[in-house]
C-alpha cells in the first residue's frame, strides 16, 4: 500500500471534512463548535486557498495537512492511518521547504504534543484558550530549521 502527498483537488473537500469531524467525534475532550456542513465548507475554502495537500493511501485520502507557508492550520488523519507515518511524511514535507513553522495545538492533545516534540518543535507559548474557536488552553509550537 502506497502512500502519496498530492496538492488538494475541490472535490476532495468532502473527504478532508469528513476527516475533520472524525477527529472532533474521536477527541472527548473537544467540543463540536461547527457543524459537519461547516467543516466541509471549511475544508473547501482551505482547498480553494492552496493550503491543502491530502495523503492518497489506495486511492483513497487518508489524512491532509493544511498550511500556509510556515503556518501549520491542522493536520488530521483517518483514524486507520494513523502512526504508519503518514502525519511525519506531512511533516517533513514541510520541513524540506520551510526554514521554519509554528503551529497550535490544544494542551488536552497529550498525543500531538509528543508528535511535535519527537519532530524538532518547541513549546513557545500557552494560552487559556480564549483566542481559539474551542476555548481550550492550547500551546504554540515552533520549528526552525538548524535549532537543536
Do not use: C
Amino acid at each position: 500500500m502506497t502512500v502519496s502527498l498530492d496538492v488538494a483537488r475541490p472535490l476532495d473537500a468532502g473527504a478532508v471534512g469528513a476527516i475533520l469531524s472524525q477527529a472532533t467525534d474521536d477527541a472527548p475532550w473537544l467540543p463540536r463548535v461547527h457543524s459537519r456542513a461547516q467543516e466541509i465548507r471549511f475544508a473547501a475554502d482551505m482547498i480553494d486557498a492552496g493550503w491543502v495537500q491530502v495523503a492518497r493511501k489506495n486511492g483513497a485520502i487518508a489524512g491532509f495537512l493544511s498550511r500556509d507557508g510556515a503556518d501549520i492550520h491542522g493536520l488530521y488523519l483517518d483514524p486507520a492511518a494513523q502512526r504508519q507515518g503518514v502525519g511525519r511524511a506531512f511533516v517533513q514535507a514541510a520541513q524540506a521547504v520551510e526554514p521554519a513553522l509554528r503551529l497550535w495545538v490544544y494542551q488536552a492533545n497529550k498525543n500531538a504534543q509528543a508528535f511535535y516534540r519527537a519532530l524538532g518543535f518547541r513549546e513557545t507559548q500557552r494560552t487559556d484558550g480564549a483566542g481559539n474557536d474551542a476555548r481550550l488552553p492550547d500551546i504554540r509550537f515552533e520549528w526552525q530549521r538548524g535549532a537543536g
